[in-house]
């Protein structure tokens, strides 16, 4: 009889900050230390809450909540105009730590990744040291605090992450990972909405545990698809892998013309042109893409994209300029004169990745409600 190699026991480390925006509005003034703040919405009662101090959410407040509400809820609220270069800076800095210990970095966000670290280039061996020593740089380079979810797999090592929030580490060792999972409120599992939990509960599903009784069939019956994977996760089997982000590519011509275009027959047969020159350069580089972009910058300079994706490659000079004809003529116009048209192809072949990458929003758009 052949024995199946037994597969590698892998280590995966999610981090996540906490309070992302509003921890670094504290951090670089300190007039908002210690204070409910809000990032994002207005005093005035506009908009609606990006994050939430964790004194803000002793209130009540979250994210997504209308400024209107949080100020209900705490009248003294600070409301915090956002800055993203900000945090995109400082998430940069964030992935230069995570990337001393592994390349395998998949980001979710700005403020959120998993490591795989199942191999680390510093021969550490734990993850759960690598995770501190991680939550360790953060605080003394950043000056931030993160939590650490550490575990076999994506989906535990998330649900560990949010455990001990803020500032904490959670450890989901092989053993204790079945257990682990089913004392999980339903509305924890991956893929899990509102409308699934609702059907769940009706169903007396509340916990893992309830999950476990269900056989592939039963699940599979009641949610579709994502039945076979709540059926597995519900196991502790999650085998989708930590998909680093690769560089996104993208090849293109644009042009600004001498005059204004106005009429709607000039910009198609200057798209088609384009087109012309996108095509050679795709042959050239030898590139497949599935995306095409139409960039459209109007008189006044102000500019706008539309993009397609297609699960098969566009290549050929025909369907580039009628996608992006087409892209144009959804675009609107209203006696807006026209500077510039631009068209791009990217998402290519070899970066399979590039579809791959969106795997966790695929699965939860097919698996929401
Ligand atoms: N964000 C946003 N709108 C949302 C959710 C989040 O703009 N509806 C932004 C602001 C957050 C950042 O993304 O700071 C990270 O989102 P998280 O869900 O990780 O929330 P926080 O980091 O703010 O808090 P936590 O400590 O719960 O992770
Ligand atoms: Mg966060």
Known sequence: MEIEPKKEQRKIVHIDMDAFYASIEQRDNPEYRGKPIVVGGSPEGRGVVATASYEARKFGIHSAMSSKRALQLCPEVIFVRPRFSVYKEVSAKLHEIFRRYTDLIEPLSLDEAYLDVT?????????????????????????????????VNKFVAKVASDFKKPDGLTFVGPSKVEKFIEQLPVEKFFGVGKVTAEKMKRMKLFTGADLKQLSEREMTKHFGKAGRFF?????????????????TKSVGAEDTFPEDLENIEEMNAELERIAHRVVDRLQKHNLKGHTLTLKVKYGNFKQITRSKTFPNPITDMDSISEIAIQLLSSVEMEGRKVRLLGITLSNFDEQVTAFKDYGDAIQLSLFDD
């Open 119 to 151: 191999r680390d280039k510093q021969n550490i061996g734990s993850a759960i040291e690598i995770a501190r020593q991680i939550r360790q740089a953060i605080k003394d380079e950043l000056h931030l605090t993160a939590s650490a979810g550490i575990s």
């Open 231 to 247: 059926f597995n996760i519900v196991r502790g089997i999650d085998e989708r892998t930590v998909q680093p982000e690769r560089e």
